[in-house]
């Protein structure tokens, strides 16, 4: 293993560390048509005011998805 080899941490993401139901978004878990289609309907009702602080909050989120945040990140936590 090359992390070990390395004494190397590797840090690893998923959509769920983004996303937090009902504050910026949906899961859908298990991901079956029926759920897919009722998260679908709930995201066509949200209240503008719901709609415009997951807008906001999904804005400042955006960052840590740029090329430069991620370089950074490499040279900080891996290479070092």
Do not use: M
Request: net charge positive; aromatic share 12%; charged share 25%.
């Amino acid at each position: 293993n090359i992390a070990k080899a390395k004494n190397v941490k590797l840090y690893i993401s998923c959509i769920s560390e983004y996303v937090i139901e009902n504050t910026n978004g949906f899961l859908i878990e298990p991901n079956t048509s029926v759920i897919l289609k009722n998260k679908i309907l709930e995201a066509l009702n949200l209240k503008q005011e719901i709609y415009l602080k997951w807008v906001e909050y999904n804005y400042l989120l955006s960052d840590k998805f740029t090329y430069n945040h991620y370089k950074n990140r490499i040279l900080k936590d891996i290479i070092k």
